[in-house]
């Protein structure tokens, strides 16, 4: 992530002092004879931070004749015992959780001695400031909330129970293919630390901001609403996904649409399903204005690929936002269907046959699990039509749906009515409650015995889909697929 900003000495040094942060004396935290009082000092210097990284793989070394270097933030008790690998990568400042420090500080000393006797770190020619903050998380979260305020493009956030991921980037591509500089968090970064990283880190100068939004608990969207203070909101829908944690789908719903509390100018959300009564509500309460999409679509005809009427509603939302910011949106029926992990489509050749994949691994829940087997389906039959002579068969990868608590039996269990003529390869615990069920299915506890097993056995053409919790790592059957093409 590149960053026209940067941190510098003097704005870090009133802020870490103003929330509590003192300096590690590390010669006197080396003497087991001193207590926590005495080698806790004031603040004096912190330096300047190009960027703020809880990963020490991602620390960059100081540039030859830079006075910058990254940060490395301990943000729980295992990251603590990376602070010697972020100090050779490179790392400027290294801050500390002070509860980690105060009781486990025999093991973070033991861990400083080892690395100082082992010739890797000098204590006398150290280029790293050791900050004890009351909490490391929460620290970064306050520079988050700092630079937020700094931002004076568009900031647009996006939740929902499936397709935020693919608003966010379709977003992301098309205000890039309009012309407007966009970011937008990364990978899955899409929690409280994720949020936090992309916010302190973020060019200041981009036009855009999308920010993927995600809960697993009560109360999270309602604190990630706060850091991020979106002007634009897009709740994609409402379904049971992570229910284990809120035990009803209209607890779901009031955790999603707390993000509109946080609305600055507009939300956007589906006025096709009942949970719109609640936005509604919440919106009208705290003076936020809506506009809304729905479920209808016009058809249109692809020959590669079948229609995917969830990915459709997914536009009429994007054309929404466009209009609304008085954006042209450049139709683009290719995006969408090349998103790996997602829904990706291509083609692979295993034991001399024919594979069509349609990669969907990267999670699942209830609801994304029936579209997905939906556009399976209907893709089936568009390949059947257009290669009748390949005899094409279906074969679905799937792999635990996760969270879902009380509903586990009945969540696996239903996919079959949409999987009547489908061969099944299960993986996972929860899956044999689906190969209970469905007759022409093959369980397997994990995905290595299920590779050898295709190796063997997958003597025909087929359409795949692969789809499954993140847990499952069903990522790496595509792999596998992918190397076979």
Known sequence: MESNFGWKNEELLVIFRKNG????????????????????????????????????????????????????????????????????????????????????????????????????????????????????LKMLQKLASIRREKLAGIVIGVTGSVGKTTSKQALVHFFSKAGRKVVSTPKNYNNLLGISYFLANVDVNSEIFVVEIGTNHPGEIDELGGLVRPDFSLITHVGPAHIEFFKTIGNIALEKGALLKHTKICAFFNNSYWYSVIFERICVENGVKFRCFSNDFCPHFDQDFAIRPSLEVLRNSWRLIFDTLGENFEEDRSFGMHVPGRSDVFNARLNGQDLQVVDSSYNANLTSMIDQIKFFNAQFLLLKKKYPEKNFKQLAILGDMREIGDHAIRYHQVLSAYLRDVCLFLVGSKMIFLHEKHSNSFWFENWENLIDFMQKNVDYNALVLVKGGNAMKLAKVVEFLKKSE
């Open 21 to 136: 942060c003192l300096k590690l004396d590390l010669g006197r935290f080396l003497d087991s004879d001193f207590g926590v009082e005495d080698y806790l000092t004031e603040l004096d210097l912190v330096g300047n931070v190009r960027f703020c990284q809880f990963d020490s793989r991602e620390i960059s070394p100081i540039l030859a004749g830079s006075d910058s270097g990254d940060a490395f933030f301990a943000v729980n008790s295992n990251a603590h015992d990376f602070i010697i690998d972020a100090i050779l990568a490179g790392a400027k400042v290294c801050i500390l959780h002070r509860k980690v420090v105060v009781n486990s500080r025999k093991k973070l000393r033991k861990l400083l001695q080892e690395a100082i006797l082992a010739g890797k770190i000098d204590p006398k020619n150290l280029n790293c400031v050791f900050i004890v903050a009351p909490d490391s």
